[in-house]
Structures are given as structure tokens and as C-alpha cells.
């Protein structure tokens, strides 16, 4: 993964971002450790403090866990809270701005969900 540092969101937020992804895709799994802050500095070049950051909000949202003197671990449910918190976050809110977008340029409802279902079968190669 490449860190963009002239992006809008901070670069903390950005590895935290990412660990998550690898939590989802399975890469980490429940109780696995994940890398430590100064192994994710060195790895995107950044500095440990900014990769503590990242790797806080984790675990202040119960996605890792910290065993002292060995690291910071996945917790059990960190797929389940990380879906959930993307679905209820994320998810809404980009359904809202394009919802928005949509009303902006007088896009009917009917036009919008078949925009979002022609994307649905691009997206699962259907007819491709």
C-alpha cells in the first residue's frame, strides 16, 4: 500500500485504514499480532508516533488489543466491528453524497438505482 500524504485524510488515519483492510481480507486474523509502530514507520516511512496513532484508534475501537510487552493483537470480533462501523459510517455517507450529487443534476431515482445496479454488474463481471 502507498501512503498519500497530500490526501485529505491524515496519514494515521490512512494506516489505520489499511490495517483494517488487511483484517478484512483476512490477512490478519484473531489474535494474530500486528506490526508494531515502529516496523509500520519504517515500513511507509513515516514517523512512530504519527504509526502509534493509527494503530490507537484500533484499539480505542476494539479492533486490537495491547498485551503488554509483546505488541498489539486482532481481537475476536475485529472483522464483525470493522464491517459494521464501515457499513454504518462510510457507507451511509457516501449513499447520501451520491444521493445529493444525483438530486444536483435532476438524476431521477429510477436512473440512480439503475446506475447502482449497472455498477453492482460491473463490479461482479456479469456480461463481461
Known amino acids: 500500500m502507498k501512503l498519500n500524504p497530500d490526501g485529505?485524510?491524515?496519514?494515521?488515519?490512512?494506516?489505520?485504514?489499511w490495517l483494517e483492510?488487511?483484517?478484512?481480507?483476512?490477512?490478519?486474523?484473531?489474535?494474530?499480532?500486528?506490526?508494531s509502530q515502529y516496523q509500520l514507520a519504517e515500513m511507509f516511512t513515516i514517523n512512530p508516533a504519527t504509526a502509534a496513532k493509527g494503530?490507537?484508534?484500533?484499539?480505542?475501537?476494539?479492533?486490537?488489543?495491547?498485551?503488554?510487552g509483546l505488541g498489539m493483537f486482532v481481537t475476536e470480533h475485529a472483522q464483525e466491528i470493522i464491517l459494521s462501523k464501515r457499513k454504518s459510517q462510510t457507507l451511509k455517507r457516501l449513499v447520501f453524497e451520491t444521493v445529493h450529487e444525483a438530486n444536483t443534476l435532476n438524476v431521477s431515482e429510477v436512473e440512480?438505482?439503475?446506475?447502482?445496479k449497472n455498477a453492482?454488474?460491473?463490479?461482479?463481471?456479469v456480461g463481461k
Open 112 to 116: 440512480l438505482v439503475q446506475m447502482i
Open 120 to 125: 453492482i454488474m460491473e463490479i461482479k463481471g
Open 21 to 35: 483492510n488487511e483484517i478484512i481480507n483476512g490477512s490478519l486474523e484473531k489474535d494474530q499480532k500486528v506490526y
Open 55 to 68: 494503530l490507537n484508534i484500533l484499539a480505542d475501537d476494539n479492533i486490537l488489543y495491547k498485551k503488554r
Open 8 to 17: 485529505l485524510k491524515p496519514i494515521y488515519v490512512q494506516i489505520s485504514e
